[in-house]
C-alpha cells in the first residue's frame, strides 16, 4: 500500500511556472506506475500525464505536451509535474495516482491510490 502527498500548487499568473510534488510513503514506490489528473470546478477529472515506475517513459495529454514534464526520483519517493506557461484553464485542483504495475493509464479508474490533491489557479 502506498499514501500519495501532493504540494508545490498556489496562485500564479498566466505564462508562469509551478512544480508540483507527489511524495509517497513506503518502501516499494519505484513498483508503481503514477499518474497526474486534475478536475476543474463543474467537470470531471482529467489525465494530464504519467510515468512508468522505472521513470522511462512518459505520457502527456495533448492539452500541456510542451509546457509540462513529469519526472521521479524513486530514491526519495517523489514524482514531480513542471509546469510551464500556465494558463488560466489550467486552473484545477491536481492529483497524483499510483497503481502498483510496468504500465501506466490515462484512465483513472485504473489508479488504486489517490492523493489529496493540491489546488493549482492562474490568474489572467
Known amino acids: 500500500q502506498v499514501q500519495l502527498v501532493e504540494s508545490g500548487g498556489g496562485l500564479v499568473q498566466a505564462g508562469g511556472s509551478l512544480r508540483l510534488s507527489c511524495a509517497a510513503s513506503?518502501?516499494?514506490?519505484?513498483?508503481?506506475?503514477v499518474g497526474w489528473f486534475r478536475q476543474a470546478p463543474g467537470k470531471e477529472r482529467e489525465f494530464v500525464a504519467a510515468?512508468?515506475?522505472?521513470?522511462?517513459?512518459?505520457f502527456y495529454v495533448d492539452f500541456v505536451k510542451g509546457r509540462c514534464t513529469i519526472s521521479r526520483d524513486n530514491a526519495k519517493n517523489t514524482v514531480y509535474l513542471q509546469m510551464n506557461s500556465l494558463k488560466p484553464e489550467d486552473t484545477a485542483v491536481y492529483y497524483c495516482?499510483?497503481?502498483?504495475?510496468?504500465?501506466?493509464?490515462?484512465?483513472?479508474?485504473?489508479?488504486?491510490?489517490w492523493g489529496q490533491g493540491t489546488q493549482v489557479t492562474v490568474s489572467s
Open positions: 513506503g518502501r516499494t514506490f519505484s513498483r508503481y506506475a
Open positions: 495516482a499510483a497503481k502498483e504495475s510496468l504500465v501506466y493509464s490515462s484512465s483513472p479508474i485504473l489508479y488504486n491510490y
Open positions: 510515468i512508468t515506475r522505472s521513470g522511462g517513459n512518459t
